[in-house]
């Protein structure tokens, strides 16, 4: 069935793209909620109307997407991970991860709209990720995976409570061994 899109339609298109779906997809997704019309010389009138209103919201999109891939692309995000001496990380740096870097920078972005190169990152090093914007637009942003420093007063600590917990066996032996001679 060719529809009109009436919105956006996650996977599908814009407000105002002709598109031909399949008669189920439209008669029960699409035209129940308002998201589609049917494509008749009726609405195409209706729509062509509203193209220049249409246009002037899909410019809008493209310039925020051109501003937002000036900031991201200004942008730098560090990921520190537990890693081996040898820089190889102990878990990966994913989308996800990527994605709560971002929200800590303040930008809010999808984590399908990220590319990491080979799906995860293994290793400590500088690499660059991938965020598709709006239309054919993408912005390249710095990662840098660094090791995670590790916390030498917490393994002294760690050590000397090894060390407690082993002479206090050894304490008690001694004091069993002293009452048995004195009996």
């Given at each position: 069935m060719?529809?009109i899109?009436?919105?956006?339609v ?13 008669d ?15 494509y008749?010389?009726?609405?195409v009138?209706?729509?062509e ?7 002037a919201?899909k ?6 997407s ?24 102990y ?11 971002f ?17 995860n ?9 991938v ?5 054919a637009?993408?912005a ?5 995976v ?11 600590k760690?050590?000397?409570k ?9 304490e008690?032996k ?10």
């Amino acid at each position: 069935m060719k529809v009109i899109l009436n919105t956006d339609v996650k996977h599908l298109g814009e407000e105002g793209d002709v598109k031909m779906v399949a008669d189920g997809y439209a008669r029960n997704y699409l035209l129940p909620r308002v998201l589609a019309v049917p494509y008749n010389d009726a609405t195409v009138a209706i729509f062509e109307g509203r193209k220049a209103e249409i246009e002037a919201r899909k410019e809008q999109k493209r310039k925020d997407s051109a501003s937002l891939k000036e900031k991201l692309e200004q942008l730098s995000l560090e990921a520190v991970m537990p890693a081996s001496p040898n820089g190889k990380l102990y878990g990966a740096v994913s989308s996800l991860t990527v994605v709560d870097l971002f929200a800590k920078a303040g930008y809010e972005i999808e984590r399908k709209r990220i590319e990491v190169p080979g799906v995860n990152i293994k290793s400590t090093g500088k690499y660059h990720v991938v965020v598709k914007l709006y239309e054919a637009q993408t912005a390249t942003v710095e990662l840098v995976v660094k090791a995670q420093e590790e916390d030498v007063s917490a393994d002294k600590k760690a050590k000397g409570k090894k060390a407690e917990v082993a002479e206090a066996p050894a304490e008690e032996k001694e004091a069993s061994v002293a009452e048995e001679k004195a009996e």
